[in-house]
């Protein structure tokens, strides 16, 4: 079974942009990882990345006849985007939330998301770990 992994704007640049927050390895190193943990069970990743906000919500909808699960990081959209969350409640699989820094040890305009209103769980702070994480937990959610 497929499962999204959709990334908001700047992370792109991951691995370049504020490496001391956000690490040193890419989106690339990312998605081979959550490939191999995927593989164990039983999933295939897609990863993808838009710094559009109406992107993100394209695929969204998309992921409803597409993916079993969405993992997302939205990025500074996480803050701001009403619309990724109403276009999350269309959307019926399981959804984890992941945030490559500890978004509560940061400015207070981080402490709030939208997306945690409809997220299963959130891991913040775990750094690009996270993402592996989220995806052995699709796993269990799934299974
Ligand atoms: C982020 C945290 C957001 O506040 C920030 O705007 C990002 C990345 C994270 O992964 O830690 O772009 O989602």
């Given at each position: ?21 956000y ?9 081979a990882?959550?490939?191999?943990v995927a593989?164990k069970a039983?999933?295939?990743?897609r ?8 992107q993100?919500i394209?695929?969204i909808h998309?992921?409803?006849?597409e993916?079993a ?8 959209y ?9 276009a ?8 984890l ?8 040890k ?5 402490h ?16 690009v ?14 299974a």
């Amino acid at each position: 079974r497929l499962i999204y992994i959709l990334n908001g704007p700047n992370l792109n640049l991951l691995g370049h942009r504020e490496p001391d927050i956000y690490g040193s390895d890419t989106l690339d190193d990312v998605e081979a990882m959550c490939a191999a943990v995927a593989a164990k069970a039983g999933l295939e990743v897609r990863l993808m990345q838009s710094n559009h906000e109406g992107q993100l919500i394209d695929w969204i909808h998309e992921a409803r006849a597409e993916a079993a699960g969405i993992i997302i990081n939205p990025g500074a959209y996480t803050h701001t985007s009403i619309a990724i969350l109403d276009a999350l409640n269309a959307y019926e699989g399981p959804v984890l939330e992941v945030h490559i820094s500890n978004v509560h040890k940061r400015e207070s305009f981080r402490h709030v998301s939208y997306v945690s209103l409809r997220a299963e769980g959130v891991i913040a702070g775990f750094g690009v770990e996270g993402y592996a994480l989220a995806v052995r937990r699709m796993g269990t959610l799934l299974a």
